[in-house]
């Protein structure tokens, strides 16, 4: 799970310049990729599914 949301997909976004590592992508197109869903409430949707789920919240992110 680490290799998925860790350390190693932080470091594939990047790109190593001469002046150090960078994000691949600008600042304004990341905010706006974790703006809507950051604020959007999906418990109507995920309240419909009928199956048993796991559910993980963060809590120190």
């Given at each position: ?9 932080w470091?594939?976004?990047q790109?190593?310049r001469?002046?150090?590592?960078h ?10 990729a ?19 789920t796991?559910?993980?919240?963060e809590?120190?992110?």
């Amino acid at each position: 799970m680490r290799a998925l949301f860790g350390r190693e997909a932080w470091l594939k976004g990047q790109e190593c310049r001469e002046n150090g590592r960078h994000l691949k992508t600008d600042r304004d197109t990341m905010l706006a990729a974790v703006s809507e869903p950051a604020t959007r409430n999906y418990w109507s949707q995920w309240s419909s599914i009928t199956c048993p789920t796991l559910v993980l919240r963060e809590t120190e992110a």
